[in-house]
């Protein structure tokens, strides 16, 4: 009707929440099963709250009411169960759990906008994104975190100024926790960063700039801190959990949700829905999703696809599993094993100090195995690895750490070289290449959301020369990814192997250019251009220097490397190979 909800493209027979039938006019639908004498508790401006009352059909609740957008609302009932009672009494007040806001610390629900859908975007394609990972309440400053969501959107070109096309955005719904992960609602947007709407804002300026928006979903468990789901409906012997949680077990950081439930497989389902539809995201990330029964991964990928075919489905598997995406349906998957070993590799441990394991672990690096050209590798780590929340001992040894600091700190030259050898490193390989904020400033120690280990402005803002060696290395690499498409392609083939002095050459090429990537992980150096490279592509070819990690202006020297070589007869190219560096050669047709 006019001025009421668009109609979702995705139809769920269980969807509940505020539906806008007219401008002016609200229905509600809400799932009770054990409710008694259901209300909605109407609060407009500031007069005292009015009811409007709900007719029981089946286990769900309808009713509707003349409404204006910002109203505030909650559920009110009694219950034909109330396991409750004795904390509560004879009345429950909840919020909606549909809700797209609500107040953080009770149970009044905001009454969002009649729903219109957000501006087109046209996301790179899959294979083509450079991600950037974020944590929005700790990328901006303490001041500004109350309005987070705000405060990001202005900081968003930073990121664009980097060369990503791409944001990966840590939980964005409301949660209990710190980092995200403990999800209050599904649906409602985190309160103590800013509204809907600020979060939607946020969400078009990345767009704006060029930029795809991923956000990261937690379906497998609900929270296990301030609950708002738990005994819902007064039901919930044997501290089940109740209507969300009842007939599933613990995990360590909360209850799985009741898969069983079609009821509450339409709720998952209608949180990815929200996201797409009512956001404009171009892709999700499914948090531990071996929590969660692989038939039901079978079915929400199948539905996901069907209606939005292009919107991209990442999963997080441990073990990490080519099945995730031939069998489950996914198309792209993180892969944490890259950056293990590349410490491994760094350290000499697990293998690390064998020549052919490392160089077989760099090769499993550039061509995932089984994974194709589109799991998502961070080499440098994403939150998992950098993340902390035990004063920098989050294992007990210490080993949750920024990639510069693993190696002697930003202070080290030969720290920097390195992180920026492995960054380059990991825009050459296939798949989705992801850094975590504040990587590329070359922020030390560890990640948190506590004063002194969340996003270092500091360093931007401080012109800090090292800072900008490694940014104006990032984004020199990130845009060579984004430029030469033959970077992104599936065609790749190795051509040169030295496990002795660890360098690796693969090309990746298309009809019209090659690119050849030569890693180089020792403190060995040849100069002179008296090192070999086979090209694997034929002789008399001029092959030019893209981009080399040791450039002067990056924080090497000049003269590093060979601009550029012709191959003899057998397709072999003498060059300079500067210690701890990651080269790209472009060759034309």
């Known amino acids: ?245 009842e007939g599933e077990k613990d995990t360590p950081w909360g209850k799985r949700f009741a898969f069983h439930k079609a009821e509450v497989q339409d709720y998952l389902k209608q949180a990815c829905r929200t ?106 780590g994403s939150h998992d690895q950098i993340g902390d929340r035990h004063g920098g001992k989050q294992d007990g040894h210490g080993t949750h750490r920024y990639y510069v600091s693993r190696l002697g700190g930003k202070g080290n030259w030969h720290a920097r070289a390195q992180t920026r050898a492995w960054f380059g490193f990991q825009n050459c390989c296939k798949g989705l290449p992801m850094t975590f904020m504040g990587t590329e400033n070359l922020q030390e120690d560890w990640w948190h959301v506590d004063s002194h280990h969340r996003m270092n402005w500091g360093l931007l803002e401080g012109a800090d020369p090292q800072t900008m060696e490694m940014r104006a290395f990032v984004t020199a690499s990130n845009k060579l990814r984004t430029s030469c498409a033959a970077l992104t392609r599936d065609e790749i083939k190795f051509v040169h192997e030295d496990g002795n002095n660890t360098i690796l050459a693969f090309m990746r090429w298309t009809q019209d250019v090659a690119a050849l990537c030569i890693a180089h992980f020792a403190e060995s150096q040849w100069e002179s251009d008296s090192y070999g490279v086979s090209t694997g592509w034929g002789g008399g070819r001029v092959w030019k220097l893209a981009l080399s990690s040791q450039s002067q202006e990056f924080g090497g020297w000049t003269g590093s490397s060979t601009p550029e070589a012709k191959a003899d007869d057998s397709g072999k190219i003498m060059i300079n190979i500067p210690k701890w560096s990651i080269l790209v050669y472009l060759s034309s047709n």
């Open 1 to 245: 009707m006019e001025g009421g909800d668009e109609p979702p493209q995705w139809r769920l027979a269980h969807a509940c929440g505020p539906q806008w039938v007219s401008g002016e006019e609200c229905a509600f639908r809400i799932w009770a099963p054990h409710g008694e004498d259901v209300v909605v508790e109407l609060q407009r401006e500031k007069g005292d709250p009015q009811e409007v009352r709900l007719v029981r059909e089946g286990d769900f609740w309808v009713g509707q009411s003349a409404c204006s957008p910002g109203d505030r609302y909650r559920i009110a009932m009694g219950s034909s169960w109330n396991d409750c009672f004795n904390q509560e009494g004879a009345r429950l007040f909840r919020r909606d759990p549909c809700a797209r806001e609500c107040d953080f610390n009770s149970a009044w629900c905001i009454l969002h906008p009649p729903l219109k859908p957000p501006p087109p975007f046209a996301a790179p394609n899959f294979n083509e994104l450079v991600v950037y990972e974020l944590h929005i309440g700790s990328f901006v400053s303490e001041a500004d975190e109350k309005r987070a969501f705000a405060a990001t959107t202005e900081k968003l070109e930073h990121i664009s100024s980097l060369g990503f096309n791409c944001i990966q955005f840590m939980p964005t719904a409301e949660f209990g926790g710190i980092w995200g992960y403990n999800s209050r609602q599904l649906l409602a947007t985190h309160g103590p960063w800013g509204s809907a709407a600020d979060m939607r804002i946020m969400v078009e300026r990345a767009h704006s700039l060029g930029m795809a928006v991923l956000f990261d979903v937690v379906l497998n468990h609900g929270s296990s801190k301030m609950n708002v789901l738990w005994n819902w409906d007064g039901f919930g012997p044997d501290n089940c959990g109740g209507i969300f949680f």
């Open 275 to 380: 996201w797409i539809e009512e956001y404009g995201v171009d892709g999700l990330r499914f948090d531990s999703v071996h929590n969660m029964p692989w038939w039901l991964l079978q079915q929400m990928t199948h539905e996901i696809k069907a209606h939005y075919p292009n919107k991209i489905l990442i999963a997080e598997i441990t073990p990490e599993n080519p099945k995730v995406l031939h069998d489950a349906g996914f198309h792209s998957c993180w892969l944490h094993a890259t950056h293990f070993d590349s410490v491994k590799i760094m350290k000499g441990s697990d293998g690390g100090g064998d020549p052919n394991k490392r160089i077989g672990m760099l090769k499993n690096m550039v061509a995932p195995h089984g994974f194709g050209n589109l799991g998502v590798h961070s080499v440098l």
